[in-house]
């Protein structure tokens, strides 16, 4: 069964991102993480301010070495009471090279949390 995807941002890895073995440091991938989720979560909830509050397990598929690109996708969104849940998944070229689910929470101006609701329409997906 296909699933949709909302394709997000873009890295490519650069020589100061690898370390000792040629990979991409994990810490640099947590960032981009990091940075993808909340332009996705902005984005579906059309919220200005919004802060990490979880990631679940990343998984480190395969290693990204120099001069890959990294496309970040988000899937299975799910709006809560003042927070958004999904799946970002890191690919390179087409294959999966990192995995994560991560939530968000959108604040007021005095930094509360606020109630959100999904932006109609949605962004566009692809199907995979
Ligand atoms: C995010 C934050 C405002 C939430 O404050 P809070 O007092 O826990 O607020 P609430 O209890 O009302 O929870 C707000 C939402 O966060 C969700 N949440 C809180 N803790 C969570 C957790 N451990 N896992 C998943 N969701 C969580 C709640 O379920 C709720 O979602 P919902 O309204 O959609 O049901 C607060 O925890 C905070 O400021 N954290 C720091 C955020 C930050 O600085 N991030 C950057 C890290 S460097």
Same mark, same amino acid.
């Given at each position: 069964? #296909?699933?949709?995807?909302?394709?997000?941002?873009?890295?490519?890895?650069?020589?100061?991102?690898?370390?000792?073995?040629?990979?991409? =440091?994990?810490?640099?991938?947590?960032?981009?993480?990091?940075?993808?989720?909340?332009? =996705?979560?902005? *984005?579906?909830?059309?919220?200005?301010?919004?802060?990490?509050?979880? =990631?679940?397990?990343?998984?480190?598929?395969?290693?990204?070495?120099?001069?890959?690109?990294?496309? =970040?996708?988000?899937?299975?969104?799910?709006?809560?009471?003042? #927070?958004? *849940?999904?799946?970002?998944?890191?690919?390179?070229?087409?294959?999966?090279?990192? !995995? *994560?689910?991560?939530?968000?929470?959108?604040?007021?101006?005095?930094?509360?949390?606020?109630?959100?609701?999904?932006?109609?329409?949605?962004?566009?997906?692809? #199907? !995979?």
């Amino acid at each position: 069964m #296909s699933e949709q995807h909302y394709p997000i941002t873009a890295k490519m890895c650069m020589t100061k991102d690898v370390g000792t073995h040629g990979n991409l =440091f994990g810490g640099i991938m947590m960032g981009w993480l990091d940075e993808a989720g909340a332009i =996705f979560a902005r *984005t579906w909830t059309g919220e200005m301010h919004v802060v990490t509050v979880k =990631f679940t397990e990343i998984v480190f598929k395969k290693p990204v070495k120099v001069g890959e690109i990294v496309r =970040f996708e988000a899937c299975a969104p799910k709006v809560g009471r003042t #927070s958004i *849940t999904f799946d970002i998944l890191g690919l390179v070229r087409e294959e999966l090279v990192v !995995r *994560t689910t991560c939530t968000f929470v959108a604040l007021d101006d005095d930094g509360h949390a606020k109630m959100v609701q999904a932006v109609d329409p949605p962004p566009p997906a692809v #199907s !995979r």
